[in-house]
């Protein structure tokens, strides 16, 4: 599981934010993992779109380096 090896969950975001995520914690001196966010679990409201568009969204962990 990846907290166990120190990663902590940011946030779920779309390619149009993703890159600008990652360079921004990286300059805080994070390493950053990003991972599919079709694992996931949405929220009730969120679950059809989601099944359909999963793969556009990617989950952002960090950990210090």
């Known amino acids: ?32 993992l990003v991972e599919s966010a079709c694992d996931e679990l949405p929220l009730p409201e969120c679950a059809s779109c989601y099944e359909k568009f999963c793969d556009k969204y990617k989950t952002i962990f960090v950990r210090r380096s």
Do not use: C, K
């Open 1 to 32: 599981m990846l907290e166990e090896q120190g990663w902590r969950r940011q946030f779920t975001t779309d390619q149009t934010r993703l890159e600008e995520m990652v360079d921004f914690y990286q300059s805080l001196g994070y390493e950053v």
